[in-house]
Every structure is written in C-alpha cells, then in structure tokens.
C-alpha cells in the first residue's frame, strides 16, 4: 500500500490520534476550533501536497509550494498561530508514522523521504503564505487606522473652529457656522458608530435578541428624519406590518440600516426623495431604502460593498459604510443587494429571516 492509499484508508484513525498529541501539547494551547476543524484541515491539505509530489517526483518543488502558500493564507483567515501551523503538521506527521508501525505496515525509504519532503515544503509554504497575507492584514489595517484618523481629525477641526465662531456671539444658532458645527457633530457620531459596529463584527461579539420590526424601525425614524430635514430632502417611511419580528444583534442591525439611510441621504440629489418600506413573506421579511442618486454606471454596484470605495464625487468618509453594513447583516443570516434604477437611483435591500421560536437568550 502505498503512502496517500495508507492515509486515505486509516484518516480517522490518523485524525484520532493526531488530536490527541495536538490536545496533550502544552504549547501552543489548543483550541476547539483546532481540535474540531484543524486536524482534519491539515491533513487533507498534507494529502494534497503528498499527491502533488507523487505525481511529480522530479519537480523543484514549485506546484507543492504554491499549494502549501495558498494553505498558509487559508489558515491564517481561520485563526491559526503560525506556531500552530508548524507544530499541527509535524503532529499528523508523526500520528502517520506511527499508526504505520502499529499496523505492521511498512513505510519505505522512498515513501519516508517523500513524506518528510512534503512536511518540509507543507511548514515552509505555509508560512510563507501565512507571513505574507498578515503582511497584507498588516498594511490594511494600518490604511484604515490612517483614514479613521484622518477623518476624526477633520470632523474635529471643522467642529472646534465653528464652536469658536459661535462662542463669539457674531453669529446666531441658525446660521450657516452653526450647521457646520451639527454636521460636524454628525459625522463624528457615525464614526464612532461605524467603528464600535467594526469592533464587535472584529471580534465576535454578539448579543442577539427579538425585536420588532415596526419599533425599532420608527426609532430608527426619528434621527433619520432629523438628517434629512436638515438636507432639504424628503423622507418617508411606509406603514409596518406590527407582527413581524427577527432576532438580531441590535446594535449591529442599527447601524446597517442606519448606514444606508446615510448613504441614500447623502447621494440623493437636492429636494429629492428617500423613502424606507419593508415587504415580508411566510419567513423573511425585506427592508428597502431608496434614494433619487441619478442611477449608476454599468458594473458599479458590486463596488460599494467593498471597504474604502466611495461614490461620487463626495469623498467625506471611510468607505466602509456600506461594507460594515453587509458584514453585520451576514452575522445574522441576512443578505444586502443593491438594485439600480437607471437615471433614478438606488434600492438597497436588505432581507432577514423572521423570528420563529422561542426568543434567544440574553
């Protein structure tokens, strides 16, 4: 038998006991996740790997390490350590080797070199993979950090140089300086709410709870009918069903509605109109925010859900909106499109499943 029919034929056994030297280790510590998915992870991409070098004995290597890089990067998005990496794979490994001698199945020379070959190419791939996509989280992170603090420091300044205007007495409540203060005020608000929203996404913070839709829909009416007023627009919010319910994070699902109003606020060309109306089925109820933008160009809207894209010519923002708004509606097990209404302007819907059962626990 040779050394990929051997692990395919024994893989949960191999799995068994690759876990327990993964549980036994004091460093690093494992995780459930580790235990659960991680195992079985490594080695189906161990077998992978294995494959390729069978099949190309004589290669340099180059297929075995584009696989193993590409598995680096894959483990780091599920929350492996690097130490993890390394040691998981060795673990397997040794957990191959030794059901191998246990079942008096030999393991020769050749099929040994190949199997240390591809943990060589497996740990060095990997990390290489893994290094260069932190490398790449690194950079992004240090961009969004450069323009939050870009954008809290404009809101401020703007915000400090209206107050002392004010603070004069030359200019009255209702002035234009006045209103630049409030929108100042306004937009360091949303930033603060994007961000909290970004953290609790970040790190799995959740507390789900049943609301219903027509209240919390009508307190998400009052600030939003504030903003619009004071943009010279019209807002309209249609009649809701007063029976429907979801089980959402609340914070979470009032800052995507929230981000959409601001979006369709903030595009709607003046003295336009938004409006906010919901549709339901027998098991999903549909929140739609229109706005009158002028439509969009071809191709466009799959654009505006990606972190740091901005609309038109108004580069206010981070961009990131939009992008929070789907990540928070995806944490709940609801969708978000966007439909263009050609030489109009936009329907962002956004579709949640309806409360059923018993309500979750606080």
């Given at each position: 038998m040779d050394l990929c029919a051997f692990i395919v034929t024994n893989r949960d056994e191999i799995i068994r006991r690759a876990r327990e030297k993964v549980a036994l280790r004091t460093a690093p510590h494992a995780t459930p996740h580790q235990l659960a998915n991680g195992v079985p992870?490594?080695?189906?991409?161990?077998?992978?790997?294995?494959?390729?070098?069978?099949?190309?004995?004589?290669?340099?290597?180059?297929?075995?390490?584009?696989?193993?890089?590409k598995h680096g990067s894959d483990l780091l998005a599920q929350g492996f350590s690097?130490?993890?990496?390394?040691?998981?794979?060795?673990?397997?490994?040794?957990?191959?080797?030794?059901?191998?001698?246990?079942?008096h199945v030999p393991i020769g020379t050749e099929d040994f070199h190949t199997l240390n070959k591809c943990l060589d190419n497996a740990i060095a791939g990997a990390v290489t993979g893994y290094s260069h996509q932190r490398d790449v989280d690194a950079?992004?992170?240090?961009?969004?950090?450069?323009?939050?603090?870009?954008?809290?420091?404009?809101?401020?300044?703007?915000?400090?140089?209206?107050?002392?205007?004010?603070?004069?007495?030359?200019?009255g409540i209702s002035g234009s300086t006045f209103g630049v203060l409030d929108r100042s005020l306004r937009g360091l608000r949303e930033l603060v709410d994007r961000s909290v929203s970004e953290v609790r996404l970040t790190s799995g913070y959740r507390h789900k709870e049943r609301i219903r839709v027509a209240e919390f829909l009508?307190?998400?009416?009052?600030?939003?009918?504030?903003?619009?007023?004071?943009?010279?627009?019209?807002f309209t919010v249609e009649q809701v069903d007063n029976r429907l319910q979801v089980d959402v994070d609340r914070h979470l699902f009032a800052s995507a509605i929230s981000n959409l109003?601001?979006?369709?606020?903030?595009?709607?060309?003046?003295?336009?109109?938004?409006?906010?109306?919901?549709h339901s089925s027998t098991d999903r109820v549909s929140i739609e925010v229109e706005d009158e933008c002028g439509g969009l160009l071809p191709g466009a809207a799959e654009a505006f859900f990606r972190p740091f894209e901005q609309r038109g010519t108004d580069r206010a923002g981070l961009g990131l909106g939009l992008a929070i708004s789907r990540r928070a509606v995806e944490s709940d097990g609801g969708s978000i499109s966007l439909r263009d209404i050609p030489g109009r302007g936009c329907v962002f819907t956004i579709e949640m499943p309806l409360a059923t059962g018993n309500p979750p626990e606080s």
């Open positions: 992870l490594f080695l189906t991409q161990l077998g992978d790997i294995l494959r390729l070098q069978t099949a190309h004995p004589k290669s340099t290597g180059s297929e075995i390490g584009l696989s193993a890089n690097i130490a993890q990496v390394v040691h998981d794979y060795g673990d397997i490994c040794q957990a191959v080797t030794e059901l191998a001698v246990d079942v950079k992004d992170e240090i961009t969004r950090q450069a323009f939050f603090a870009h954008e809290l420091r404009n809101y401020l300044n703007t915000a400090s140089l209206a107050l002392q205007v004010v603070k004069t007495g030359r200019v009508e307190e998400m009416e009052i600030n939003a009918a504030v903003d619009a007023a004071d943009r010279g627009l019209l109003l601001n979006n369709a606020f903030k595009f709607t060309r003046p003295s336009g109109h938004v409006s906010l109306r919901t």
